[in-house]
């Protein structure tokens, strides 16, 4: 089967997080560890949807005594840059046809200010997001409701992430693949997107 669509990773792909100090390390000081155990063991039910990332955060924070750092804990959610030099790509590729679809796995706190900061409802046709699939890369059934979702057979899909988990999670399902990250540079990107046959 031709391709007819392309899946694209967020984070290492499209945008970035904090690249520098550990914005809850300024935050919370030396209580960052603490907090980070408390949230971070259950983060793959925040991926899947199973949890609101927010009130998760409100009950760590008041169980380490530090609710009034709350608002300034959430804000560090909002902590995204857009990447311009992939994104350019997926407007050049939509331009030639392909549908072009976000593919993450995130929890709903950051999936809205994703939605809220970063423009993907103009940049791309539709978002998959993890926590409103109930299941999250690279579980087989998140691509098999991702291609059930376009009406495509997952051999119609191009999946392109950084992580090589989810790589071969979709490999495994049927998809075509591309194993890239922002900082291999957008021509790798553009000559592994032309052995798919997709020419910008």
């Not at 679809?101 to 994703?114: G, S, V």
């Amino acid at each position: 089967m031709e391709i007819a669509a392309v899946l694209w990773d967020a984070d290492g792909v499209l945008q970035q997080g904090p690249t520098s100090t550990d914005p809850f390390v300024e935050v919370l000081g030396e209580r960052a560890e603490e907090f980070g155990a408390l949230v971070w063991g259950r983060l793959d039910d925040a991926l899947a949807g199973r949890l609101h990332m927010a009130d998760h955060v409100t009950a760590a924070l008041e169980q380490l005594g530090l609710a009034d750092r709350r608002e300034q804990v959430l804000a560090l959610w909002d902590l995204l840059t857009p990447l311009p030099a992939p994104r350019a790509v997926v407007a050049a590729v939509r331009e030639t046809g392909f549908g072009c679809y976000l593919a993450t796995n995130q929890d709903d706190l950051r999936a809205a200010a994703m939605r809220r900061l970063l423009g993907y409802d103009e940049l791309l046709d539709a978002s998959f997001y993890s926590c409103d699939l109930g299941v999250a890369k690279p579980s087989p059934d998140y691509f098999l409701a991702v291609a059930d979702a376009l009406v495509l057979a997952p051999e119609q899909l191009l999946f392109v992430d950084d992580n090589l988990e989810n790589v071969e999670g979709a490999r495994d399902t049927g998809l075509y693949t591309i194993h890239w990250t922002h900082t291999d540079g957008v021509e790798v990107l553009m000559r592994r997107l032309g052995v798919h046959g997709i020419r910008i």
